[in-house]
């Protein structure tokens, strides 16, 4: 990956240029003096290089110093302070989605908390925060549609985490698909990742029986002793179905599915009747190649137990945003909720960070500090 300086983008830089070789030169007058040359502030930017065909790697990027972009009429001009990572940039490569695809070449897009600059928008100063698809970028000139001004907040990356896509995708997840009640059993899987550990918290404030599922046993006991999940499976450490059903020894009322594949399936099996199946992501098939087979128990169990399978996005709950924030907001203060966070400073690291993130190294929400 190219990783050329550049100077920082909010700088103008400036150099003095001396003639080598020769003497200084000089005013009239006698008075010593220096040619400044400035030069116009430049906007790093890493693009996706190669669409991978295998696991992803960071040969895959390149970090390139692209120009400054100017708003137009109705658009802004963004500086990008945190770039969140989340498994789904991986789902992005490989062909449309709820987004269209990024393909070979373009700048690798990416959801991120900015702060305007300059604005030809009515409804945004500059100084406000907003949320966006600026894509991997110091600053990004978009339309004022394209943007949300989020309230400001301390500390700044709980906009990303708790009370952004992560925190909100819990949310609507867990009570609006899965509707658990006290006293039920929740599943969840990539349970220490950014949307799982908000899933078994909440769980948990609505007196459910939590089971997290994890990579590694670091993770379990941290899920245990942090989170205070009732149990946590490794499922890297043997056969799941077994481990799974003494420890949902009374069935499982709602699984919230991050992984998809093998996992799916034993948790599938485990389902009480009317349960509950929260599709929200399958990190699983991302990066690499499938599971040989799809999960087995579909269509059959789904019928035989009355199972309800539903996939969600969590604008499709919009219009509920402001009583979730209110909620999620109250449950931080009072100590309900705790909010892990892994921040990783400098945007030439986004590459190994999100390559990572698909290797399960994080705990909690990623991101990358811009600004």
Same mark, same amino acid.
């Given at each position: ?31 010593? %003096? ?16 190669? %669409? ?255 199972? %309800? ?40 690291? %986004? ?21």
């Amino acid at each position: 990956m190219d990783q050329r300086a550049s100077p920082r983008n909010d700088q103008v830089a400036s150099r003095d240029i001396k003639c080598s070789g020769s003497a200084p030169l000089w005013a009239p007058g006698g008075a010593q %003096t220096s040619i400044v040359v400035t030069t116009m502030p430049t906007n790093r930017q890493i693009h996706l290089a190669e %669409t991978p065909s295998g696991r992803l790697a960071r040969e895959h990027f390149r970090l390139t110093d692209g120009a400054m972009p100017a708003p137009a009429d109705g658009e802004v001009l963004l500086r990008v302070l945190y770039i969140s990572l989340d498994a789904a940039n991986r789902a992005w490569m490989q062909g449309a989605t709820y987004r269209s695809a990024v393909e070979a070449g373009q700048i690798m897009a990416g959801g991120a908390l900015a702060e305007v600059v300059e604005s030809k928008a009515a409804g945004l100063a500059p100084g406000d925060l907003v949320v966006a698809d600026t894509g991997w970028q110091e600053y990004a000139a978009l339309p004022a549609r394209r943007v949300q001004k989020v309230e400001r907040r301390e500390p700044l990356t709980h906009l990303l985490s708790v009370y952004g896509v992560a925190g909100l995708t819990a949310y609507f997840g867990l009570l609006e698909c899965g509707a658990p009640l006290p006293g039920q059993t929740v599943v969840v899987s990539a349970a220490a990742g950014a949307v799982g550990v908000f899933v078994g918290q909440i769980a948990k404030i609505k007196g459910c029986r939590v089971i997290g599922i994890a990579g590694g046993q670091k993770k379990c006991d941290w899920l245990t002793r942090e989170l205070k999940f009732d149990a946590a499976i490794d499922y890297k450490a043997g056969p799941l179905a077994p481990r799974l059903k003494e420890q949902a020894d009374k069935g499982i009322d709602v699984y919230f599915d991050n992984v998809g594949g093998d996992i799916l399936e034993a948790c599938l099996f485990r389902m009480n009747n009317h349960g509950r199946i929260v599709c929200c992501g399958a990190v699983s098939q991302y990066d690499g190649a499938p599971s040989p087979h799809g999960p087995r128990g579909i269509p059959g169990l789904i019928v035989t137990r009355r199972l %309800t399978m539903r996939g969600f996005i969590f604008t499709d709950f919009g219009d509920r945003r402001p009583a979730a924030l209110t909620d999620l907001e109250s449950w931080v203060r009072e100590g309900k909720l705790t909010v892990p966070e892994d921040v990783i400073a400098g945007i030439e690291n %986004t590459p190994g960070a999100l390559v990572g993130l698909l290797a399960g190294e994080n705990i909690g929400k990623r991101m990358v500090k811009v600004a």
